[in-house]
């Protein structure tokens, strides 16, 4: 997958998805099918980057996303003054017909672009003749009778219930990012893990202990990841994502790794020692490979 960001782009008979696609759940994906079953040579994600306080997944993990789900092109495009302040028609134009050679265009039915938000579903729908596009228009998904949004997600995540939040997705919520060095007590415990460190402003679930899928390259393994701030080991103020991958016995500093959270085990807790810890996180590795065996 190629990642551009600042323009100008050299794109010619694409299918262009647009939007802000915090967290490319279940919503999105109605966006992201239309575009990767298109009949136009190149398929493109075009998405905004800006400052926000919280978020579902971080731009690395958008972008991981998108290459999984068969994006030949992601385009972050700066949310800076320029685009601010260009109207609907210049964004038209300039942006996705001259540069992004958009074909066919798809959003969802609340999209708004260009100066004061003027743009709308109304106006690329008026120009399609005009300029050679065709236009596809999304509703919101519902499910429980509600619209799936990033930001009924990322409440959920904040409740804990990973479970609603895993079907809103359409996909286990994930943590993408480079395995770091940490404390190494999982490997005095025979327990060695996978350390991340979440990107800031990461809405993360309950902290606590899941059942986990982990993806290092085209491998896949099971795991037991820890969500939190490891009560137990003296000194740990960090808030990590800490991942034992079963089977597994590798040097994978430094790569980066998936790692999907599909069921929520138990919550956090301090243990008095850290042979209760150990006794603990065994139990752990044996609730994780049963949810997986009869999953």
Same mark, same amino acid.
């Given at each position: 997958?190629?990642?551009?960001?600042?323009?100008?782009?050299?794109?010619?008979?694409? #299918?262009?998805?647009?939007?802000?696609?915090?967290?490319?759940?279940?919503?999105?994906?109605?966006?992201?099918?239309?575009?990767?079953?298109?009949?136009?040579?190149?398929?493109?994600?075009?998405?905004?980057?800006?400052?926000?306080?919280?978020?579902?997944? =971080?731009?690395?993990?958008?972008?991981?996303? #998108? $290459?999984?789900?068969?994006?030949? !092109?992601?385009?972050?495009?700066?949310? +800076?003054?320029? %685009?601010?302040?260009? =109207?609907?028609?210049?964004?038209?134009?300039?942006?996705?017909?001259?540069?992004?050679?958009?074909?066919?265009?798809?959003?969802?039915?609340?999209?708004?672009?260009?100066?004061?938000?003027?743009? +709308? !579903?109304?106006? *690329?729908?008026?120009?399609?003749?005009?300029?050679?596009?065709?236009?596809?228009?999304? /509703?919101?998904?519902?499910?429980?009778?509600?619209?799936?949004?990033?930001?009924?997600?990322?409440? &959920? *995540?904040?409740?804990?219930? %990973?479970? +609603?939040?895993?079907?809103?997705?359409?996909?286990?919520?994930?943590?993408?990012?480079?395995?770091?060095?940490?404390?190494?007590?999982?490997?005095? %415990?025979?327990?060695?893990?996978?350390?991340?460190?979440?990107?800031? @402003?990461?809405? *993360?679930?309950?902290?606590?202990?899941?059942? =986990?899928?982990?993806?290092?390259?085209?491998?896949?393994?099971?795991?037991?990841?820890?969500? @939190?701030?490891?009560?137990?080991?003296? @000194?740990?103020?960090?808030? @990590?994502? $800490?991942?034992?991958?079963?089977?597994?016995?590798?040097?994978?500093?430094?790569?980066?790794?998936?790692?999907?959270?599909?069921?929520?085990?138990?919550?956090?807790?301090?243990?008095? =020692?850290?042979?209760?810890? &150990?006794? $603990?996180?065994?139990? +752990?590795?044996?609730?994780?490979?049963?949810?997986?065996?009869? /999953?």
């Amino acid at each position: 997958m190629i990642v551009l960001e600042k323009g100008p782009y050299q794109l010619s008979d694409t #299918a262009v998805c647009i939007g802000k696609f915090d967290g490319l759940h279940s919503g999105h994906q109605l966006l992201i099918d239309a575009v990767r079953n298109s009949t136009c040579k190149t398929k493109v994600m075009f998405t905004f980057t800006f400052e926000t306080a919280e978020h579902i997944y =971080s731009t690395e993990e958008k972008k991981y996303l #998108a $290459e999984q789900m068969g994006i030949d !092109v992601y385009i972050a495009c700066p949310f +800076d003054q320029a %685009l601010t302040h260009m =109207s609907p028609l210049e964004f038209l134009e300039n942006i996705l017909i001259r540069q992004c050679g958009a074909k066919e265009i798809c959003v969802g039915e609340d999209f708004r672009f260009g100066f004061e938000r003027k743009g +709308d !579903v109304a106006f *690329l729908a008026k120009h399609q003749q005009t300029y050679g596009y065709r236009l596809r228009v999304f /509703e919101k998904k519902k499910m429980a009778g509600e619209c799936v949004s990033s930001t009924r997600i990322r409440k &959920e *995540l904040k409740e804990g219930s %990973l479970c +609603d939040v895993n079907e809103l997705l359409g996909r286990p919520y994930m943590v993408y990012g480079e395995v770091q060095h940490g404390n190494q007590i999982g490997r005095t %415990l025979n327990m060695p893990t996978a350390n991340q460190i979440p990107s800031s @402003g990461k809405v *993360l679930p309950a902290f606590g202990v899941y059942a =986990s899928r982990v993806y290092i390259g085209e491998r896949n393994f099971i795991g037991v990841t820890n969500v @939190g701030m490891k009560p137990t080991i003296p @000194g740990e103020s960090k808030i @990590g994502v $800490e991942t034992y991958i079963m089977n597994f016995d590798e040097d994978i500093y430094g790569q980066k790794i998936c790692v999907e959270l599909h069921r929520f085990l138990r919550g956090e807790k301090k243990f008095s =020692s850290l042979e209760e810890l &150990e006794a $603990e996180m065994k139990a +752990d590795k044996d609730k994780a490979f049963y949810f997986f065996c009869i /999953e």
